[in-house]
């Protein structure tokens, strides 16, 4: 019975998104995409900025591959 009901919804959707962009009223970006938009394009950036956006990203990735790692070695003792 989930199956029935999950493809009755896929194709509800589908009929409506269909409706809605045959009558242009088709909404092209999400409120993520127009988030993201505005993270992007909202502030200025330049070399200064993005150099310490680097360091952070690459701190970050550091710290967390440094606690998966002791994750792994705690668990196989």
């Known amino acids: 019975m989930c199956i029935i009901n999950d493809i009755t919804h896929f194709v509800k959707n589908g009929v409506s998104v269909l409706r809605s962009a045959s009558s242009n009223k088709y909404k092209e970006n999400s409120p993520e995409i127009e ?3 505005h993270e992007f394009f909202s502030m200025p950036s330049n070399r200064r900025t993005d ?3 680097l360091r952070k990203d690459r701190d970050n990735v550091a710290h967390d591959v440094r606690r998966a790692f002791e994750n ?6």
């Open 35 to 37: 988030a993201l938009k």
């Open 51 to 53: 150099m310490e956006n």
């Open 72 to 77: 792994l070695k705690l668990s196989n003792g």
